[in-house]
């Protein structure tokens, strides 16, 4: 069974960045997507970003568009997500995820069958 181990979380302020890494570990990883949602405190888990592992098409939510970009290294079997321009909202647990999902359900969280405990990012002045 692979792992996701996520890194990179913690406090910032607004306008600060983040780089939040994703290490897979246990086994072969050759998914179709990886990708990051969040969730923040009283609030159900969001899609944020997705890169297909073979090929790196980048798909983002609306609200990170321009401000965060996703990354993989394959040969480490690692993902990234770089925050730019943080803002207060963009405060949540971030969790990493990888599965073999269709591009038309990349956003689904169902569509992912590996997780990793997540990173907090708090975002404060």
């Known amino acids: 069974q692979v792992r996701l181990v996520e890194s990179g979380g913690g406090l910032v302020q607004p306008g600060d960045s983040l780089r939040l890494s994703c290490a897979a570990s246990?086994?072969?990883?050759?998914?179709?997507?990886t990708g990051w949602f969040r969730q923040a405190p009283g609030k159900e888990r969001a899609f944020v970003a997705a890169?297909?592992?073979?090929?790196?098409?980048?798909y983002y939510a609306d609200l990170v568009k321009g401000r965060f970009t996703i990354s993989r290294d394959k040969a480490e079997s690692t993902v990234y997500l770089q925050m730019d321009n943080l803002k207060l909202e963009d405060t949540a647990v971030y969790y990493c995820t990888a599965g073999r999902g269709i591009l038309s359900t990349v956003a689904r969280a169902t569509s992912y069958t590996n997780w990793g405990q997540g990173t907090h990012v708090t975002v404060s002045s």
């Open positions: 246990g086994g072969t990883f050759n998914p179709t997507y």
């Open positions: 890169i297909r592992w073979n090929g790196g098409h980048t």
